[in-house]
Each structure stands twice: as C-alpha cells, then as structure tokens.
C-alpha cells in the first residue's frame, strides 16, 4: 500500500441527474446480462455515513497535507456508530438475490460485514478495524468495538492482547499498514474472482492503491468483460471502461447512482436492520441443582463470535455477568414458575443506543431429563425506531 496524495486534490465532478439516470439504466442491462458480476468499494461509499476518504479534497490524507488535519477529525463519524450507506444497503439486496458474486473491499470500517455481508462473499483487502482472528488456528471474532490492542504498541506489532476461545492462540489485528503485504488467501479469492468476472464495478475508489487496483484493472483488460468505474474524482483507469462502452464511467456520487440502478433493476433497497445473533446453551447438573447458563454473540452466518453484549443479568440472580462469553450459575428456582423460562436481560454496546432487551429462554429437557440444546436468537434492532424483533430459531 502507498501513502500518498497530493496538496490539490484532483477536482471531483458530478454529471446531470438526466445522465446518471441514462447510464445507470446501461448498468442495470449490464448487471442483469452478467454471469459474474463483481463490485469493488473504496473509501467513497462510506463518505455519505460521515467516515471521510483519504484523498479527496475533504480526505484525510488531502487536509493533512495541508496542515489542516483537525478538520477532518472533527467532522468524522466513529466508525463503530457509522450507519452503512443506500450503497452498502443495495449491495446486501443483490447478493442475498444472487445477483452479486463477490465484493471485493479496499475499506477497513466494517460497514460491510454489518449491512449483511456474508464473510465467504467479501474479501476486505485491507482489513477490518472490527474483526480480529487467531494466529494459530486462524479463527474469526468479530467486534463491536475497535480490535485493536489497548495498549501503546508499534504497528507492525498486531497482536491485540486477546486470546483465542478455542485454542489460546494469541488474536491478531486485521488492519493492514503500509508496506505490509495483504492476506494471501483474501487477496487470492480477490484475483480469482476478478479473472472470472464479466462486470466488475467500481464504487468510489480513486484506484491508486496497488495492489487492490489490479482486480479491477484485470477485469478491465479483458477483452470480453466491462469495467464500470463510479468515483467523483479522475482514475488511472478510467480509459479501460472502454470507448464503445458508452457510459461505463460515472461521475457522481455512489449512492445516486445505486439507488437509480436498483430503480432500473425493479428492487429494493433494504432499511438497515442491525442484525444481532445470539446463542443461549443451559449446561449443568438437573439432579444436583448445579445449573449455569452460557449466553455469547455470533455474526449473520451463525458461527463466527461477535461480542456485541456488554453484560448479561439473569432474573433473579444479584449481579450481572460482565465477561464474554457470559456464563451465569442458576438454580431451578431460577425459572419462571409456570414456564420453565429463564429471563436474561442483555445490555448492549450501545453505538446506535439499543436499549436493553429481556429474552426469555424456555429450557429444554428431554426424556430423560437431559438439558443442553444450544438455541440460536434472531434479534434483529432498526436503528430508526429503536425497536427489537426477536425470534427463536429451530
Ligand atoms: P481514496 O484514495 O481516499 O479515494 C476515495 C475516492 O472516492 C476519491 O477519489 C473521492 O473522490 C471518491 N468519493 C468520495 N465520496 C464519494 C461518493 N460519495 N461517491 C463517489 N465517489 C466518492 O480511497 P480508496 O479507497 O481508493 O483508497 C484505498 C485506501 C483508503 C485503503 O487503504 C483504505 O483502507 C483507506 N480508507 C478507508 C476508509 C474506510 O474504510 N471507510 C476511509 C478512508 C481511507
């Protein structure tokens, strides 16, 4: 990765309403004419959440340069408060149709994974400011807060001071710094998708980080594939989009044109719901009234760990478990009388102010009085209402 940018930015246009229509209509036949369709992000689809870019003429990298990097500070979002975009929504639609094959991203705000990204569909070049994986046995956690050790330390140093759940194994950031090389595997899966795509479009990246630029520019080369590339401000390669390609480069903002494609292709954007899964397993001895409930978090695909709980509190027991993955000690007087429920209040982190939520949890017992069916909760929040959905899972 290189670090770089100049004192002037490159200007960023944008084109009239009647021609971002006419060319996300071109698009919209492309997407829906495509075998292999592939989409690579960058910094600019996570502008319009408040996460600025890094060298646009309000970017990081652009203000610093001319010693106004305050400002940028002040007006950034938290990433972990950050809203996914109408963009990252419209990408969620067209990979839960089928329509997207892969997404390949150069962003490490987590915007992705959190609108609904499945982990085997995604290839975060640069990392994940929110997921960190152990350095033995490579397993993922994801995190509702940034995984990044607490402590000072250099930044080749990624160890974040976790350890892993499974093994012990020491967690390692995922952040990608300059001069380091990429994930082999990630980037593998990137360049194999880009040589199989028929269309890949770009949405806002100024494409001059190599090596991630190479999976758009080998779609690009192609001789039977389109490059599709919409950024405000000018690419290296924007004369790969093609001449007899009318209307393959876009000047305008990424979320304009999704929603005007998604118009075209006759589909929704999604509202984003913030998806939470939980997992409640009651272990323990029946005869000896020796129980204990296990609660912990895991992402969309219900097997990668994510903590997103600040403490658990059962009904009726002093105090609230504090350390994930919360494992509280209960006895049959526990339960709701009539029900045989437990009821476990969950506090949230709390970065789009979910309230706390009281699940209640029907123990299962078989014939023979064995306990122990681990249960899986959709709890779905829509951050616009503050409201929860909750379902028990099969
Ligand atoms: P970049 O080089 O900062 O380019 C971003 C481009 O997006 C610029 O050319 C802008 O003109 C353009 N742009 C900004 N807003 C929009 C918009 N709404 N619609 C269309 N275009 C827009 O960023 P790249 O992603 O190209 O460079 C890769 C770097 C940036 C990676 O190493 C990232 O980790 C890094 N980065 C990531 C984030 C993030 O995760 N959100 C933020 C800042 C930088």
Same mark, same amino acid.
């Given at each position: 990765?290189?670090?770089?940018?100049?004192?002037?930015?490159?200007?960023?246009?944008?084109?009239?309403?009647?021609?971002?229509?006419?060319?996300?209509?071109?698009?919209?036949?492309?997407?829906?004419?495509?075998? %292999? *369709?592939?989409?690579?992000?960058?910094?600019?689809?996570?502008?319009?959440?408040?996460?600025?870019?890094?060298?646009?003429?309000?970017?990081?990298?652009?203000?610093? $340069?001319?010693?106004?990097?305050?400002?940028?500070?002040?007006?950034?979002? /938290?990433?972990?408060?950050?809203?996914?975009?109408?963009?990252?929504?419209?990408?969620? /639609?067209?990979?839960?149709?089928?329509?997207?094959?892969?997404?390949?991203?150069?962003?490490?705000?987590?915007? %992705?994974?959190?609108?609904?990204?499945?982990?085997?569909?995604?290839?975060?070049? %640069?990392?994940?400011?929110?997921?960190?994986?152990?350095?033995?046995?490579?397993?993922?956690?994801?995190?509702?807060?940034?995984?990044?050790?607490?402590?000072?330390?250099?930044?080749?140093? %990624?160890?974040?001071?976790?350890?892993?759940?499974?093994?012990?194994?020491?967690?390692?950031?995922?952040?990608?710094? *300059?001069?380091?090389?990429?994930?082999?595997?990630?980037?593998?899966?990137?360049?194999?998708?880009?040589?199989?795509?028929?269309?890949?479009?770009?949405?806002?990246?100024?494409?001059?980080?190599?090596?991630?630029?190479?999976?758009?520019?080998?779609?690009?080369? $192609?001789?039977?594939?389109?490059?599709?590339?919409?950024?405000?401000? =000018?690419?290296?390669?924007?004369?790969?989009?093609?001449?007899?390609?009318?209307?393959?480069?876009?000047?305008?903002?990424?979320?304009?044109?999704?929603?005007?494609?998604?118009?075209?292709?006759?589909?929704?954007?999604?509202?984003?719901?913030? $998806?939470?899964?939980?997992?409640?397993?009651?272990?323990?001895?029946?005869?000896?009234?020796?129980?204990?409930?296990?609660?912990?978090?895991?992402?969309?695909?219900? $097997?990668?760990?994510?903590?997103?709980?600040?403490?658990?509190?059962? /009904?009726?027991?002093?105090?609230?478990?504090?350390?994930?993955?919360?494992?509280?000690?209960?006895?049959?007087?526990?339960?709701?009388?009539?029900?045989?429920?437990?009821?476990?209040?969950?506090?949230?982190?709390?970065?789009?102010?979910?309230?706390?939520?009281?699940?209640?949890?029907?123990?299962?017992?078989?014939?023979?009085?064995?306990?122990?069916? =681990?249960?899986?909760?959709?709890?779905?929040?829509?951050?616009?209402?503050?409201?929860?959905?909750?379902?028990?899972?099969?």
């Amino acid at each position: 990765m290189a670090n770089c940018a100049p004192k002037i930015a490159p200007p960023e246009r944008i084109e009239p309403d009647h021609v971002l229509d006419h060319k996300a209509k071109l698009l919209a036949d492309k997407i829906r004419a495509a075998k %292999h *369709f592939i989409v690579f992000t960058g910094a600019g689809i996570s502008t319009s959440a408040g996460i600025p870019d890094f060298r646009g003429p309000e970017g990081v990298w652009t203000l610093r $340069k001319q010693g106004r990097q305050h400002e940028a500070k002040s007006k950034a979002v /938290e990433t972990v408060k950050a809203m996914p975009t109408p963009t990252h929504m419209a990408l969620v /639609e067209l990979q839960n149709r089928g329509i997207l094959k892969y997404l390949i991203s150069q962003n490490c705000d987590g915007l %992705h994974r959190k609108s609904g990204i499945s982990p085997e569909m995604i290839s975060e070049l %640069h990392g994940n400011s929110n997921r960190e994986h152990c350095r033995d046995c490579s397993k993922e956690y994801l995190r509702d807060f940034r995984a990044v050790a607490p402590y000072t330390k250099t930044v080749k140093d %990624h160890r974040t001071g976790r350890k892993c759940a499974d093994c012990g194994g020491v967690l390692l950031d995922s952040i990608i710094n *300059f001069g380091e090389f990429l994930w082999p595997e990630v980037l593998e899966s990137a360049r194999k998708h880009s040589k199989k795509a028929d269309l890949c479009l770009v949405l806002g990246s100024s494409l001059t980080v190599p090596p991630a630029n190479e999976c758009p520019e080998t779609v690009g080369r $192609k001789r039977k594939a389109t490059l599709a590339i919409c950024n405000l401000q =000018e690419t290296p390669i924007d004369f790969l989009c093609g001449e007899e390609e009318e209307g393959m480069r876009v000047w305008g903002r990424t979320d304009d044109l999704m929603v005007k494609v998604m118009e075209h292709l006759g589909l929704e954007i999604p509202k984003f719901i913030l $998806k939470r899964r939980l997992m409640v397993k009651v272990e323990g001895d029946l005869g000896k009234d020796r129980l204990s409930v296990r609660v912990g978090g895991v992402d969309v695909d219900g $097997k990668t760990p994510a903590t997103f709980l600040q403490s658990v509190k059962l /009904e009726g027991s002093r105090r609230a478990a504090k350390i994930d993955p919360f494992v509280i000690a209960f006895r049959m007087d526990n339960l709701d009388e009539d029900k045989g429920r437990l009821k476990l209040e969950l506090e949230f982190m709390g970065h789009f102010n979910e309230p706390n939520l009281v699940v209640e949890h029907e123990v299962d017992w078989d014939a023979e009085g064995e306990i122990g069916k =681990e249960v899986m909760y959709f709890l779905d929040y829509n951050p616009l209402t503050g409201e929860w959905k909750t379902e028990r899972g099969e």
